[in-house]
């Protein structure tokens, strides 16, 4: 049974940094492609990133690019999601996301498994 655990969320100081971590059992996360998907209070899911299983990363949405990426931990089966330079607007949700293939999800709504979220918080 695949099952995805995130942690390390919590509350971060608009321009400091975060890093998120994605547990994954019950198949060879560092295998497939993993996404990272967020969803603000009150709004609809909005597409983060994704890494395939060939080290591409894929962004969902523009305003991450420079600041968010992906990596894997191999030794660990993790993935993790680097936040840097956090704004206001990056308050969500965040999911780690996966359909166990190589690529990535054209569509980030679509992906078949889905870990719980970890809540990240930004203060001004």
């Known amino acids: 049974q695949v099952q995805l655990v995130e942690s390390g969320g919590g509350s971060v100081q608009a321009g400091g940094s975060r890093r998120l971590s994605c547990v994954g059992s019950g198949f060879m996360l560092n295998s497939y492609a993993m996404a990272w998907v967020r969803q603000a209070p009150g709004k609809e899911r909005e597409g983060g990133l994704c890494?395939?299983?060939?080290?591409?990363?894929?962004y969902y949405t523009d305003s991450l690019k420079g600041r968010f990426t992906i990596s894997r931990g191999n030794a660990e089966r993790k993935v993790y999601l680097q936040m840097n330079s956090l704004t206001p607007e990056d308050p969500a949700v965040y999911y780690c996301a996966t359909d166990r293939t190589f690529s990535c999800n054209s569509d980030y709504d679509q992906y078949t498994y889905w870990g719980q979220g970890t809540q990240v918080t930004v203060s001004s």
């Open positions: 890494f395939d299983s060939g080290g591409r990363t894929t």
